[in-house]
């Protein structure tokens, strides 16, 4: 029993040490005169898929095209009413005529010609579909270009406080350190104005320009990953936004060109009139009130039969963006194994960066080893960005949206 509890605490020794050599405890950044508010990453994105500008001009978008689709099933009547007096002359015809002075109501519909409705109501389901994938397209972009933003401003505030921690360490040796720390405390200078500026493209992508910046959080001590080209090419066949994107597109311009063949179907325009005349006397004779009805049915032919290039326009449209989702398809494959050689590179370059790092942080105790722990730890924070920028780069262009861990 003895060697056993011997045996679990030289365990939960062993692992803190282990967890010690990567671990990192910086000092804390020092603001000065500005206002920040740390916000982690998740919080930040879903701050941005809310109040983005352009984001919110998709949503609108699609609320139109939402209501549209609604009201674009419902028959086009187009109903004409008509009321008509007269006849009535300048001047009688002949002596003793009386002009009776009829009364005309009338009314005529539009009965569309065969298919037009359904084809309609298609084309306007299709276009809303789209602009739901064109914003989900967009938003995804709009992510990412925020989220390596996100990245830069958590490199340079780690960097700051890598600075710190030198300072920090060179301050046992006042006489021998100064020139250092004095360098040191000017780069410090540099990388908060640096952290002004990513933080302010953090705000902008949010819509959010006020007083207060956002302090991004974490360490970018992301877990390097193993993939296999052919997994991560086929998941985004599947799951990539651009291409649900152009697929919405493609589905939106056939149900146009069912449209346009559509369009070409004959209207029928239906009508029926009411007529009153009323009683009145001519050449001595009395005539009394007078009712009549008639019909009228009006087929408007139009050039519709002569005209195709409506048609041959349309269809093109479509075809061209058929192949621009073939593009799309076929770019894939080109951009996951170019960047999947990059996140190759970008595990290598931090696995190297994490045994120096490691190594520099035994030999801490004089100037010279705070000097090459503080170069080994700048290379490390550089390759972490390299790293998770790589990474998330790689997921997200094989259709994985998840939010990253920066820890």
């Known amino acids: 029993m003895k060697k056993f509890s011997i045996s679990i605490y030289s365990f939960l020794f062993a692992s803190f040490f282990v967890t010690g050599v990567h671990a990192q405890s910086l ?28 984001l919110k001009i998709r949503r609108l978008n699609i609320a139109s095209a939402d209501a549209n689709a609604k009201d674009a099933g419902m028959p086009y009547l187009s109903p004409i009413l008509t009321y008509a007096r007269g006849s009535m002359y300048t001047q009688a015809p002949y002596a003793g005529y009386t002009n009776p002075a009829s009364n005309t109501l009338g009314a005529m519909v539009t009965i569309e010609g065969w298919g037009k409705r359904s084809a309609r109501e298609a084309q ?12 989900i397209t967009e938003g995804k972009a709009i992510e990412t270009e925020a989220i390596f933003n996100y990245i830069d401003a958590l490199r340079t505030k780690l960097l700051w406080q890598s600075y710190q921690e030198a300072i920090d360490a060179l301050n046992q040796y006042r006489a021998s350190g100064s020139t250092q720390a004095a360098e040191f405390i000017a780069a410090q200078k540099v990388l908060a104005n640096d952290l002004k500026y990513y933080s302010y493209g953090m705000a902008n992508f949010v819509g959010k320009t006020g007083s207060e910046m956002i302090m991004p959080v974490g360490t970018l001590n992301i877990e390097a990953k193993n993939f296999k080209v052919e997994d991560l090419i086929a998941r985004a066949q599947e799951n990539r936004a651009d291409i649900a994107s152009g697929q919405a597109a493609v589905e939106s311009a056939a149900a146009n060109l069912e449209v346009v063949k559509a369009s070409k179907n004959i209207d029928f325009l239906p009508g029926v009139y009411y007529t009153q005349t009323p009683s009145y006397a001519s050449s001595g004779i009395n005539y009394g009130t007078q009712q009549a009805f008639s019909f009228l049915l009006n087929v408007p032919l139009g050039n519709g039969f002569l005209v195709n290039s409506d048609v041959t326009t349309a269809a093109n449209s479509q075809a061209e963006l058929e192949v621009s989702l073939m593009a799309t398809k076929a770019k894939i494959v ?32 004089n100037i010279q080893g705070i000097l090459r722990f503080r170069d080994a730890e700048y290379e490390l924070f550089d390759a972490r960005t390299v790293h998770a920028k790589t990474l998330i780069l790689l997921e997200r262009l094989s259709g994985n949206f998840e939010v990253p861990n920066l820890h």
Do not use: H
């Not at 950044?29 to 352009?54: K, P």
């Not at 696995?351 to 035994?362: H, L, S």
């Open 334 to 365: 080109t951009e996951i194994n170019q960047t999947y050689l990059q996140y190759q590179s970008a595990k290598e370059r931090l696995e190297a960066a994490t045994k120096a790092y490691n190594q520099a942080k035994m030999s801490k105790n």
């Open 124 to 135: 306007a389901q299709a276009d809303a579909k789209r602009k739901l994938a064109e914003m």
């Open 27 to 54: 000092p804390p950044f020092i603001a000065g005169n500005t206002q920040y508010r740390s916000v982690s990453l998740g919080n930040y994105l879903s701050e941005l898929n809310e109040e983005n500008a352009n």
